[in-house]
């Protein structure tokens, strides 16, 4: 069983593009953990109808799900910056964990509303939550809501990412509350996937009772979607570095025409210039996370950044994700090497908390650049 780590002391955290000893322990605990708990060949299995191992227990023992909450809850009282190093690992190693929902999503929005009812059971494990908004979902549109009458919320909210997992929903509703849902009061149910390791299931309420958290849901929801957008860029960063490293290690390897395929001049190229993206996403995501420490999630330039790196990983790890399967050759084709698994992941995650192009469109506004 790993120790858990301790708190960290929030006033003298000086957050830079570089890990601290801090945060390069973290990294390598939760790569320690990853590696004893799963390998990429039980996650291609889960395509096969395999169930793969819970390990969220174990994270949560590791402090994970409360690293954002602060230290009077039971939590950690960690930055997003140090959040972003677990994020960029589960990237490398994309499993099936509420990590991005519940520990960072849901627990933003709880704690940008104020509420504190639930941050010690977010904190110790014994509650896990999901904001009951579509995956896409982005945090420069009035968030979905849920209609709400006199017996209590009625609706169906499609592709919500988490919810399979959680006990608590967040649900932003229509009269502008946000309310939190017990599980049990609500119907789940899973929906094809393209990336198996990141579930998504429609919502249905039918008179579900919810305890009202604050009175205004969409502020509190955009802060969660803008953290969980720039916390993502690491993991999308995560899947980047992945591909390169093992498309670089297998062009080492293999032969052809009696040559190390990765010496060709061409190919030295591509990768070359791939490596120099992948750390280029690296250092933009790992900027988005800083400035949201220094400035805070709702600050204008935590917002532009947090656009920049969503704009740019989106597309990235996309890219590297198919050049690691066109690399590959015929064996990146095949089912059992899990260069697919990375190329479902970066295409699932390039919709989520909204595209691209939606980010990019965002940026403008907020930089002042004319249409």
């Known amino acids: 069983m790993t120790d858990p780590i301790d708190p960290i002391d929030r006033t003298d955290y000086v957050p830079t593009l570089l890990l601290d000893e801090v945060e390069e322990d973290l990294r390598a605990a939760v790569r320690d953990l990853l590696s004893r708990r799963v390998g990429v060949d039980q996650l291609i299995a889960a395509y096969d109808g395999v169930k793969l191992p819970d390990f969220w227990s174990e994270m949560t023992g590791l402090g994970l799900a409360g690293l954002l909450i602060g230290e009077?809850?039971?939590?950690?009282?960690?930055?997003?910056?140090?959040?972003?190093?677990?994020?960029?690992?589960?990237?490398?190693?994309?499993?099936?964990?509420?990590?991005?929902?519940?520990a960072v999503v849901a627990t933003t929005v709880l704690q940008e509303s104020g509420d504190t009812v639930l941050l010690p059971g977010l904190a110790d494990g014994s509650v896990v939550a999901a904001l009951a908004v579509p995956l896409s979902a982005d945090p420069y549109s009035t968030v979905p809501a849920v209609e709400v009458g006199e017996g209590g919320l009625t609706g169906t909210v499609r592709s919500v990412a988490g919810a399979e997992a959680a006990t608590v929903l967040i649900v932003p509703g229509s009269d502008g509350a946000l309310y939190a849902v017990d599980r049990t009061d609500a119907v789940v149910a899973s929906v094809v996937s393209l990336d198996m390791t990141r579930p998504v299931s429609d919502v249905t309420f039918d008179a579900a009772p919810g305890r009202r958290i604050t009175d205004d849901a969409d502020s509190a929801a955009r802060a969660g979607l803008r953290l969980g957008a720039a916390l993502l860029a690491s993991e999308q960063a995560g899947v980047a570095r992945w591909c390169v490293t093992e498309t670089v290690g297998y062009l080492q390897q293999r032969r052809q025409f009696g040559r190390v395929v990765g010496g060709f001049q061409a190919i030295k190229h591509r990768l070359a210039d791939l490596y120099a993206d992948t750390e280029q996403a690296s250092a933009i995501a790992r900027a988005a996370a800083v400035t949201a420490t220094d400035l805070g999630v709702d600050h204008e330039e935590a917002a532009l950044m947090s656009a920049v790196a969503a704009a740019y990983n989106g597309d990235h790890a996309v890219r590297a994700a198919e050049e690691a399967v066109q690399l590959h050759g015929?064996?990146?084709?095949?089912?059992?090497?899990?260069?697919?698994?990375?190329?479902?992941?970066?295409?699932?995650?390039?919709?989520?908390?909204?595209?691209?192009?939606?980010?990019?469109?965002?940026?403008?506004?907020?930089?002042?650049?004319?249409?």
Do not use: C, N
């Not at 809850?73 to 490398?92: I, K, R």
């Not at 295409?347 to 249409?371: C, E, N």
């Open 72 to 102: 009077e809850f039971g939590g950690a009282g960690a930055t997003p910056a140090v959040a972003s190093v677990v994020l960029e690992e589960l990237g490398a190693l994309p499993v099936r964990t509420p990590m991005l929902t519940s």
């Open 330 to 371: 015929g064996i990146g084709m095949t089912w059992e090497h899990p260069a697919h698994l990375y190329l479902k992941r970066a295409k699932a995650d390039q919709i989520a908390f909204g595209t691209p192009g939606r980010h990019r469109a965002a940026l403008a506004d907020l930089a002042d650049v004319p249409a």
